[in-house]
């Protein structure tokens, strides 16, 4: 898994500073696998069995990765208290306390149990460590006023005490510490997970977990990183020294952002519109030609070379003052505003599907059965690439979708929840229960890309994989947010029509994180559609990887635009 390239050099004694990878690696833009729990400990033990990296040192090297990151993105919290735990976690915990101290830091460590069921490598880092940390063994022990001292005056805690192995429920001290924890104001900075998660969970929520400010992970995330709202900070993902082959994993689960590799290198210097195709978006009604114009411009911005909206004749003013590059078709319309099944024939169809490279269909379109008629007619009558969303969607939700066949020809579907539930015959609570799942199943049936809105975005491919999606907020939820992922995906596909998977991915990991930059302008509330399409330049800047290898999952560093991760844009 070349995402992780960048591997900090292997020790197996204390080192005298913070350790700093090698420059010149990047992110992969194949896939960075979402490994469980028992996929990590299998990488964990290739890499040593099989690779000769010795245990210590990949314990020292995640331990590095933490300390590093609270030097770079809490400069100001002098006061360090290490909340520890006896096993591996803990191990982590006592090298970053350690690599802190020597840094200039006022670390104390609290330590969670007797310090002789401390053993193997944890044992091995708590030695190392020249401080004496603060032992609790039970409860009454917590009251003390030293322990107290350590929570009253700490600028700053790491959360070391339950990481990857751990199961619910959360009980006994590392309960008690967590109420104690999450009462204090200071930032918290989890090691691997905050306390109390399931690295298996695909739940959003965990009522019992530690808090967290920023969650520092190791070799690849896990399901809980992509699925569960761990924070509201920042989620990032370090090497610690695993080669890629001891990276393995049978859940079919990779992060989206891994994808936006394809954007990042600069056009030839010789680029011409052409090189970057044409999008025909279709849709639009009398009272929704928005949609279709704010899919067309975010078309235009997204980067393809040629973008025509057509759209019924008397939506074809509002529709093309969207933009002057935007150019248009006047479709025949019928007696309700919407697009006739008129325009199928011949002598109509074969002039507007000329020299383009995907249609986009569905924004505004309306359900009248004209309309219908004709998503119903294009699909049979073209092979072009397809995107496929919003009322196109549910015209092929009335027992018409065995016409969806992806065998032969690229078809992108963008169900929000309720569509998907029309397309598959279920519930809304039935698809949000199962949602990958059913995306999996729906994508493999069809051989389409299903790309499934929400929390979480997922991203089914036709052969099973799935791509999570970790960027977008709350503001999104707005009317034209899918209008615009419509044209964005739609001007991927045009861009790069050998690579639909890295396509699709990128262009929704690029809405999402649009909207994340337009939120520091704006408010949830505030939000617009539209100001998602203004951010994109600010999208297409960032690196999910950045200067010192991490790569982030969620967020990033807590700086002004210009700024991040050592002069990248960030949201």
């Given at each position: 898994m070349r995402a992780f390239s960048r591997m900090l050099s292997v020790r197996t004694q204390p080192s005298r500073r913070v350790q700093t990878p090698a420059p010149g690696s990047r992110y992969d833009s194949v896939a960075m696998k979402i490994l469980t729990a028992d996929e990590?400990?299998?990488?964990?033990?290739?890499?040593?069995?099989?690779?000769?990296?010795?245990?210590?040192?990949?314990?020292?090297?995640?331990?590095?990765?933490?300390?590093?990151?609270?030097?770079?993105?809490?400069?100001?919290?002098?006061?360090?208290?290490?909340?520890?735990?006896?096993?591996?976690?803990?191990?982590?915990?006592?090298?970053?306390?350690?690599?802190?101290?020597?840094?200039?830091?006022?670390?104390?460590?609290?330590?969670?149990?007797?310090?002789?069921?401390?053993?193997?490598?944890?044992?091995?880092?708590?030695?190392?460590?020249?401080?004496?940390?603060?032992?609790?063994?039970?409860?009454?022990?917590?009251?003390?006023?030293?322990?107290?001292?350590?929570?009253?005056?700490?600028?700053?805690?790491?959360?070391?005490?339950?990481?990857?192995?751990?199961?619910?429920?959360?009980?006994?001290?590392?309960?008690?510490?967590?109420?104690?924890?999450?009462?204090?104001p200071a930032p918290v900075v989890a090691v691997d997970l905050p306390s109390g998660w399931d690295a298996d969970s695909r739940l959003p929520q965990s009522s019992e977990a530690f808090r967290a400010d920023a969650v520092v992970t190791f070799t690849a995330p896990k399901p809980?990183?992509?699925?569960?709202?761990?924070?509201?900070?920042?989620?990032?993902?370090?090497?610690?020294?695993?080669?890629?082959?001891?990276?393995?994993?049978?859940?079919?689960?990779?992060?989206?952002?891994?994808?936006?590799?394809?954007?990042?290198?600069?056009?030839?210097?010789?680029?011409?519109?052409?090189?970057?195709?044409?999008?025909?978006?279709?849709?639009?009604?009398?009272?929704?030609?928005?949609?279709?114009?704010?899919?067309?411009?975010?078309?235009?911005?997204?980067?393809?070379?040629?973008?025509?909206?057509?759209?019924?004749?008397?939506?074809?003013?509002?529709?093309?003052?969207?933009?002057?590059?935007?150019?248009?078709?006047?479709?025949?319309?019928?007696?309700?505003?919407?697009?006739?099944?008129?325009?199928?024939?011949?002598?109509?169809?074969?002039?507007?599907?000329?020299?383009?490279?995907?249609?986009?269909?569905?924004?505004?379109?309306?359900?009248?059965?004209?309309?219908?008629?004709?998503?119903?007619?294009?699909?049979?009558?073209?092979?072009?690439?397809?995107?496929?969303?919003?009322?196109?969607?549910?015209?092929?939700?009335d027992g018409h979708t065995d016409l969806l066949d992806g065998r032969d020809r690229t078809l992108v579907l963008t169900p929000h929840p309720g569509e998907m539930a029309r397309l598959v015959g279920l519930s809304v609570p039935h698809v949000q229960e199962r949602r990958e799942?059913?995306?999996?199943?729906?994508?493999?049936?069809?051989?389409?890309?299903?790309?499934?809105?929400?929390?979480?975005?997922?991203?089914?491919?036709?052969?099973?994989?799935?791509?999570?999606?970790?960027?977008?907020?709350?503001?999104?939820?707005?009317?034209?947010?899918?209008?615009?992922?419509?044209?964005?995906?739609?001007?991927?596909?045009?861009?790069?029509?050998?690579?639909?998977?890295?396509?699709?991915?990128?262009?929704?990991?690029?809405?999402?994180?649009?909207?994340?930059?337009?939120?520091?302008?704006?408010?949830?509330?505030?939000?617009?559609?539209?100001?998602?399409?203004?951010?994109?330049?600010?999208?297409?800047?960032?690196?999910?990887?950045?200067?010192?290898?991490?790569?982030?999952?969620?967020?990033?560093?807590?700086?002004?635009?210009?700024?991040?991760?050592?002069?990248?844009?960030?949201?």
């Amino acid at each position: 898994m070349r995402a992780f390239s960048r591997m900090l050099s292997v020790r197996t004694q204390p080192s005298r500073r913070v350790q700093t990878p090698a420059p010149g690696s990047r992110y992969d833009s194949v896939a960075m696998k979402i490994l469980t729990a028992d996929e990590m400990r299998a990488t964990d033990r290739r890499t040593v069995e099989q690779f000769g990296v010795e245990s210590l040192a990949l314990m020292e090297n995640a331990g590095a990765a933490v300390a590093r990151f609270v030097l770079r993105e809490y400069p100001g919290c002098l006061r360090v208290t290490a909340l520890c735990g006896r096993g591996n976690n803990g191990g982590d915990g006592f090298v970053a306390a350690r690599l802190l101290q020597r840094a200039g830091r006022a670390v104390s460590v609290l330590l969670l149990g007797d310090p002789s069921d401390v053993t193997g490598d944890a044992r091995t880092m708590l030695e190392r460590m020249s401080l004496s940390p603060v032992i609790v063994r039970q409860p009454s022990e917590l009251e003390s006023p030293e322990v107290a001292n350590l929570f009253d005056h700490a600028d700053l805690f790491l959360d070391a005490v339950l990481g990857t192995g751990f199961k619910p429920p959360l009980r006994g001290l590392a309960a008690l510490v967590g109420g104690r924890l999450n009462a204090c104001p200071a930032p918290v900075v989890a090691v691997d997970l905050p306390s109390g998660w399931d690295a298996d969970s695909r739940l959003p929520q965990s009522s019992e977990a530690f808090r967290a400010d920023a969650v520092v992970t190791f070799t690849a995330p896990k399901p809980a990183h992509v699925f569960g709202n761990l924070t509201r900070g920042s989620i990032v993902v370090a090497s610690i020294g695993s080669p890629p082959d001891a990276v393995q994993s049978a859940v079919n689960l990779t992060w989206a952002g891994a994808s936006k590799t394809i954007v990042d290198e600069p056009r030839p210097v010789d680029s011409n519109k052409g090189a970057f195709g044409h999008v025909l978006v279709i849709g639009g009604s009398i009272g929704k030609a928005g949609a279709p114009a704010m899919a067309s411009l975010a078309a235009l911005r997204t980067g393809a070379g040629l973008v025509t909206a057509a759209v019924p004749k008397s939506s074809l003013p509002n529709v093309a003052a969207i933009a002057p590059e935007l150019m248009t078709v006047p479709l025949a319309e019928g007696k309700h505003g919407e697009i006739n099944s008129r325009n199928l024939e011949a002598g109509n169809l074969k002039p507007l599907l000329q020299r383009k490279t995907v249609i986009a269909i569905g924004p505004g379109l309306g359900q009248e059965p004209e309309a219908v008629a004709f998503v119903l007619g294009l699909l049979r009558e073209t092979n072009l690439p397809m995107v496929i969303d919003a009322d196109a969607l549910n015209a092929l939700a009335d027992g018409h979708t065995d016409l969806l066949d992806g065998r032969d020809r690229t078809l992108v579907l963008t169900p929000h929840p309720g569509e998907m539930a029309r397309l598959v015959g279920l519930s809304v609570p039935h698809v949000q229960e199962r949602r990958e799942e059913l995306a999996r199943e729906f994508a493999l049936r069809h051989s389409v890309t299903l790309v499934l809105k929400g929390w979480r975005t997922l991203i089914a491919h036709p052969d099973g994989v799935i791509a999570v999606n970790t960027t977008g907020n709350p503001g999104m939820a707005k009317g034209g947010s899918g209008d615009i992922l419509t044209g964005m995906v739609a001007a991927m596909i045009a861009q790069y029509p050998g690579n639909i998977p890295d396509a699709v991915n990128t262009a929704v990991y690029l809405h999402g994180l649009a909207a994340d930059f337009a939120l520091r302008e704006q408010d949830q509330h505030t939000l617009l559609a539209t100001d998602i399409i203004s951010a994109l330049f600010h999208a297409f800047r960032f690196m999910p990887e950045d200067k010192d290898g991490y790569v982030w999952i969620q967020g990033s560093a807590p700086r002004d635009f210009g700024e991040v991760n050592g002069g990248n844009d960030g949201a």
